[in-house]
């Protein structure tokens, strides 16, 4: 366990909880949620899980004008909703960017400057009174498709969500592999195309500057959806992004890769010419496997993972 968690297990927080919630009936008869915790650029979704079921879901747009102080109080207002009816036992969290994970603070957002350096884990914990533990997204929907989707017996994983932005996460011995200052699996702004076009990070010619879809609308005019429906444009589409999973195959030998977020989401028309364009590239020279497939648990990966976290 992260010394950053056990010192929020060992600091009392658990035991704060339960002074706070005795003579709750449903703290008395045992029944504990686990408060699961997504936040997306363009949406944030929210779920309650009990023995392993989600029994509460919801899923807002993002009002990015509103920065940090209004995601905050609309996570705060929906957790102080549910818990007229549930206790929470703990809480996990999967931002959409950097996250310090020793320090359990958001590092930056690429969108939103008032992320920069936020405790949003502690702040979790002060508010609602339970024990929070947080992640980057793609760590923690890797994590959720290695437990509970289709990375289940694949280890290690490399989960890749390929959506408004690209992040990625790996996850070797059933644990996220976050290096050494939580900036591992960001596969996202490796070079695919050396002098290409400016990234949002800085750099040019980032696998997510040339494969991401907040990128491709802006470029082609279209939304990454009606790109993906245009297959001359998927085979041209496949070759930077196999230019980017093959440095993980090539580095990692990943057991499976598992593609999830909105673009991961075509199905055959972009896993078939993937494969083939992998197969291109990577000569028979090399033994690694090409198992590359979708997310099994849709937009739900994150939920699934911070469940995961949460009582990691
Ligand atoms: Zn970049």
Request: charged residues 20%; aromatic residues 8%.
């Amino acid at each position: 366990m992260p010394a950053g968690i056990r010192v929020l297990l060992d600091g009392g927080a658990i035991g704060q909880s339960e002074n706070r919630l005795a003579g709750d009936p449903q703290w008395e008869n045992g029944i504990m949620s686990i408060l699961a915790i997504d936040i997306g650029g363009t949406k944030f979704s929210m779920a309650l899980f009990e023995d392993g079921q989600m029994i509460r879901h919801e899923t807002h747009a993002t009002q990015r004008e509103g920065g940090r102080e209004w995601m905050v109080e609309q996570i705060l207002s929906i957790a102080r909703l549910w818990r007229g009816s549930n206790s929470f036992e703990s809480c996990g969290i999967g931002f959409g960017g950097p996250v310090d994970f020793a320090a359990q603070r958001v590092a930056l957002s690429t969108h939103v400057d008032t992320w920069q350096n936020f405790p949003l884990a502690s702040c979790i914990q002060d508010e609602l009174g339970v024990p929070a533990v947080i992640d980057n997204d793609a760590n923690v929907g890797g994590l959720g498709e290695a437990r509970y989707g289709a990375g289940a017996g694949y280890d290690p994983l490399f989960y890749m969500t390929l959506s408004t932005g690209i992040g990625g996460g790996l996850i070797a011995g059933g644990n996220i592999y976050r290096g050494a200052d939580s900036y591992a699996g960001e596969i996202g702004h490796t070079t695919v195309r050396p002098g290409g076009p400016l990234c949002l990070c800085g750099a040019c010619g980032c696998l997510e500057r040339m494969c991401a879809g907040i990128w491709m609308e802006r470029d082609y005019g279209k939304t990454a959806k009606e790109l993906m429906t245009d297959p001359a444009f998927v085979l041209r589409y496949v070759v930077d992004l196999a230019i980017g999973l093959k440095s993980v195959i090539m580095l990692l030998n990943p057991a499976r890769i598992v593609i999830g977020g909105g673009i991961g989401k075509a199905g055959d028309r972009l896993f078939v010419p993937l494969r083939a364009e992998l197969r291109r590239q990577i000569t028979s020279w090399s033994r690694a496997r090409i198992d590359v497939v979708p997310a099994a648990l849709g937009d739900d990966s994150v939920l699934w993972g911070a469940l995961a976290l949460a009582q990691s």
